[in-house]
């Protein structure tokens, strides 16, 4: 087990290394100058060189480079050129909307996927599972931001059990919290909740093929019994890989949502300051949602190491 562990602790050191020098490159080669974008078009050449020496972007790029990965190591993402507030309060404070919101999306996912793929695995082929698998192809097909405007309007203007977008922050608790980001959540899990369910009808459909499911059988346990005692633990492996996919998916890819209920996360973060040219931000905050996903991914190993025995002991 431990050297698994660590196979996949260098395996994650590799990407992030990889990845912050793709991130690097890839921005700085966008088009456009940060300091000239502050300035204006009618800024003097002394003192578009002023500001450019003042955000530090008169040094060679592989030095900025250094500097920036050096402080991502000790914690400082730097210093934003726009607001020329530090990165990492900015960052900090969009994450407690993003990080519960897809929590609270995948809580809401996963809650609604296993028992819908379990209920149409036990009775595939039959009303149940063909009515099922329609409503996820459904949900597959239709994008999360008409569900977020359907949402919006059913539950917003007509109903009013919620506000239509906007969020007042954590100080009027917890309560209050989630039920504003509770329609944002709902817009973000129903797509996901569709394709987890797909993927867990699947897994357990071909788990319950198995040699050991039919030998279960035939001692005499039950269908249901066989697919809960043996099948769901089986089944989890794939099921696990979607889980962990989605939660980065859910982190990183929320910009739409968050720009259709108005909500200060990191994905509008990264929006606004790509608008702005204000590169050591969306550097920042792109280097830590790939982090975020390597690290989710990361954890899926760890957890397929404890459902399948086989991979502790290297096989």
Same mark, same amino acid.
């Given at each position: 087990?431990l &050297? ?37 078009l009618?800024?003097?050449?002394e003192t578009?060189?002023a ?7 008169d ?20 210093l ?7 990165v990492s ?11 519960p919101?897809?929590l ?16 149409a ?23 999360n ?18 506000s ?52 279960? &059988?035939?001692k ?9 005692r ?17 939660f980065s ?18 994905? &509008? ?8 040219r ?5 550097e ?6 790939v ?7 990361f954890i899926?190993?760890?957890a397929y ?11």
């Open positions: 087990m &050297r698994f562990v660590l196979k996949r602790f260098a395996s994650l050191a590799v990407s992030l290394a990889v990845a912050s020098l793709v991130i690097f490159a890839v921005i700085e080669i966008a088009p456009g100058d940060p300091a000239a974008f502050m300035l204006g009618n800024a003097q050449p578009l060189a500001l450019r020496a003042e955000l530090g972007l040094v060679p790029k592989w030095q900025r480079y250094l500097t920036w990965v050096f402080g991502l190591v000790q914690g400082d993402f730097g934003s050129y726009t607001y020329r507030t530090p309060e900015m960052i900090a404070s969009r994450l407690w909307v993003s990080l919101l897809a609270y999306a995948l809580g809401l996912s996963t809650a609604i996927a296993f028992p819908a793929g379990i209920y695995a036990a009775r595939r082929g039959r009303a149940g599972d063909m009515t099922v698998m329609g409503a996820t192809q459904l949900g597959v097909a239709v994008p931001f008409w569900f977020a405007m359907m949402l919006v309007l059913i539950f917003a203007i007509k109903l009013r059990w919620f239509a977008g906007g969020f007042a922050g954590w100080d009027g608790g917890l309560w209050a919290g989630l039920h504003a980001l509770t329609l944002p959540a709902v817009a973000l899990a129903l797509p996901q909740a569709a394709i987890l369910a797909r993927v867990m009808r699947s897994a357990l459909l071909e788990v319950m093929a198995e040699d050991y499911i039919r030998t279960a &059988r035939a005499g346990l039950s269908q249901r019994a066989a697919l809960w043996h099948g769901l633990r089986n089944a989890l492996i794939p099921v696990l890989t979607i889980i962990g996919l989605q998916f859910l982190l990183a890819g929320s910009i739409i949502i968050e720009q259709v209920f108005y909500l200060p996360g990191l994905g &509008r973060l990264v929006f606004q300051s790509i608008s702005a204000d590169l050591i931000v969306v920042s905050v792109v280097m830590l949602l982090f975020a996903v390597i690290m989710v991914n899926v190993d760890l190491a404890l459902v399948d025995p086989r991979l502790r002991a290297g096989r």
